[in-house]
């Protein structure tokens, strides 16, 4: 049985649509991350998910329990917001007690649960310290323990990161990836970082207005993307408005273009990303007949790869090359192949593959 279960959901505020019959499950333990661009819908979702927005239609269930009557409070949700939105007043241990204390757990029980919490997320020697005198990430670790607290069925973080600096951020989100398999809480994440999302999530669910677009693993998303949309959201793509410039691969998009408009999509889109493209001198590789004369126009280092564009034909295609070769030189003539490209009409979508 899945562990978080939603089904149809849907909201509207007046006439506008924030979510539309949205439907997914999740397994136990997994950490999801909800990505999507503003005003997609993803904060809506998780206030729905957490009780405190009331759906139009849908159904959730959380550990096996159907908990649409339910109110926030005995749902067993854990938050963690961007603001930290920890107790001023409050010490550390103060901060993660108060949840068990409104929830009248026993004075001893208290004491071990924060005793446990403070180990797990490495608070131990900051116990009476208040919330101004903590970094942003000890901040967020205190937020972090405070929601595992009542050991929740379900944990959600609305931009869990967002409020931290570029360093700490990208320690932070190892740390939290593994206390969540630590832990085995079912979690959800909200993020606009789609790099965050990729590098920490088991499995990633897009949302555009208001709809779910595609749920898989990181991945998966990137190999396969459903849309259009997804394909220039998850890692980089470039449109390709002339097909038939890429000759190698004409024959086979030209009978998907057909089939395409033969079941009424007009427009045939078609996408290719930096790294399925290979830009090579003539010494470098074996001739290719499905091989393309293209030249250089842009080159730059880029710390990992050199960022390379080419124009072949009308179309200029943006490429990766590996650093292991020589740098190219702007108006240099080169062999370009292209390995991968993604095309979309409609509802469908075909991967057309260069052996
Ligand atoms: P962001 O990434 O900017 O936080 P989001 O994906 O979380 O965006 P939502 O906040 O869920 O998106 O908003 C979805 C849509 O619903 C938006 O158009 C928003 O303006 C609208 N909306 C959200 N809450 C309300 C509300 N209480 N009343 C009216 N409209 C709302």
């Known amino acids: 049985m899945h562990h978080l279960e ?8 007046g006439s506008l649509q924030a979510v539309e019959g949205v439907s997914f499950s999740v397994e136990q333990g997994r950490l999801i991350g909800l990505l999507g661009p503003s005003g997609g819908g993803k904060t809506t979702l998780l206030r729905m998910l957490a009780g405190l ?7 959730i269930s959380i550990g096996g329990r159907n908990v649409d009557a339910l109110p926030p409070q005995d749902r067993g949700i854990g938050f963690v917001f961007q603001n930290y939105a920890l107790f001023k007043h409050m010490t550390v241990v103060e901060n993660i007690a108060f949840g068990l204390k409104v929830k009248k757990w026993e004075r001893a029980r208290i004491y071990q649960r924060v005793a ?3 180990a797990l997320t490495g608070l131990i020697g900051l116990e009476r310290r208040y919330p101004h005198q903590l970094s942003g990430g000890q901040r967020q670790r205190v937020a972090f323990a405070r929601a595992l607290a009542p050991e929740p069925q379900l944990l959600l973080l609305d931009e869990p990161f967002a409020a931290i600096d570029a360093k700490v951020r ?13 832990v085995g809480v079912t979690s959800l994440f909200v993020t606009h970082d789609q790099e965050e999302a990729v590098e920490v999530a088991d499995e990633i669910l897009i949302m555009s207005q208001g709809r779910l677009e595609q749920k898989g693993t990181p991945w998966e998303i990137y190999r396969a993307p459903k849309t259009p949309f997804i394909a220039t959201f998850i890692g980089e793509s470039t449109a390709l408005h002339d097909l038939t410039t890429l ?3 004409a024959e086979a998009a030209v009978s998907i273009a057909n089939k395409a408009s033969l079941e009424g999509h007009d427009e045939l889109q078609a996408f290719v990303r930096p790294e399925s493209i290979e830009i090579s001198r003539s010494h470098e590789r074996q001739p290719s007949s499905a091989a393309l004369p293209g030249v250089v ?3 730059q280092f880029r710390g990992d790869a050199w960022h390379v564009e080419v124009q072949v034909g009308a179309q200029r295609l943006t490429a990766r090359r590996p650093l292991a070769y020589e740098p190219l030189s702007l108006g240099e003539e080169v062999s370009v192949l292209v390995h991968r490209l993604y095309l979309f009409a409609g509802q469908q979508s075909w991967i057309v593959e260069n052996p």
């Open 53 to 59: 927005e009331r759906p139009d239609g849908g159904a």
């Open 297 to 299: 126009s842009h080159v």
């Open 247 to 249: 000759a190698p691969f």
């Open 116 to 118: 446990e919490l403070l």
């Open 6 to 13: 939603v089904r149809d959901l849907n909201k509207k505020f």
């Open 170 to 182: 990208k320690e932070l989100r190892t740390w939290l990836k593994e206390m969540i398999s630590r």
